[in-house]
């Protein structure tokens, strides 16, 4: 056995050269422009039977909704002991997310803005994750299952209303939390996506989520989707030399010393926009009562822990520390991360 793995090792190092390749080999079969590139503004393409043809590689614009998917509702539309689950794994950093312990990310993982995969058949459309997880979409006109075995991802159906496909899913358990900041969801959950493809390379995706035990309304979301050509998704075995789960320690209490308060008119010094050099990830900052508020490309709005005057939390234990001018106006803020500091520079003042 001992030998069988060292000959694995021994091919598995060998074919990285040519693995790596396959990240820059032209995706076959797809309208290009006469220099060579992929035409993403060519129109939709069409099955046999006339149906819009999803099939392909996709990502998600990034937005905040992965991190946060409550980011447009009102105080109170949260019901109380969602809340209070809520602020606990917000107050432990985190660290109990089921992405952390290598399970399903959760419904909303198309949110994110990793790459997946669209297989389509006239019954059946498939849905692979760079995570390694996949969803069976049935087109056959059966119903939802009645009494369904909850599961991580749960049972999806779906048909065409025209030229957008509806996929409807339920069935989960309530073991997923519904974004990364930890809000949870029971069994109850129910997911409505929309996709339609509006020519090539793009597609418009809402998302709506009801659960009626954890929120008060429908929570809905509208991204757009981009096809990306010429690459592949790489293999991700999340347990692979996991090492990190032993050190998640300490809470967010800990690093508040007091009740931390501090003035809107501090706070409203680090609205504006700000955007990193190294990712082209743009940030905007904003009030909202008495906290700073984080949307990533203007979506969503993710709520920060204050921690002191100038430094605050983000969730997922991501530490932001704003570095400000001699008027005490910020120029940028570090985000930390085991990487190394994200800086984000203001490009300018919030607009109203």
Known sequence: MRELASLLAVLLLASAPASAQWLKYKTPGIPRTPAGKADLSAPAPRTADGKPDLSGLWSTEQSSYWIDLTGDLKPGEVRPWAEAVYKQRTNDLDRDTPATHCLPFGPSELLVGDL??????????????EGGGYRQVFMDGRPLPKDPNPSWQGYSIGHWDGDTLVIETAGFNDRTWLDYSGHPHTEDLRVTERFRRTDFGHMQLEVTFEDPKTFTRPISVKLNVRYAPDTEMLEFVC??????????????????????????EVLSRYSGNYKDSTTKMSATISVRGDQLVLAISGKGAIPLTTLSETGFYFPGGFPIKFITDPNGNATQFLMSAAEGDFKFVRTSEEKP
């Open 239 to 264: 347990n692979e030399n996991e090492r990190d789960t032993a050190h998640l320690v300490g809470k967010a209490s800990d690093e508040v010393k007091g009740n931390v308060k501090v003035s809107s």
């Open 116 to 129: 997946y995969r669209i297989m389509q058949a006239p019954n059946m459309i498939a849905i692979l994750s």
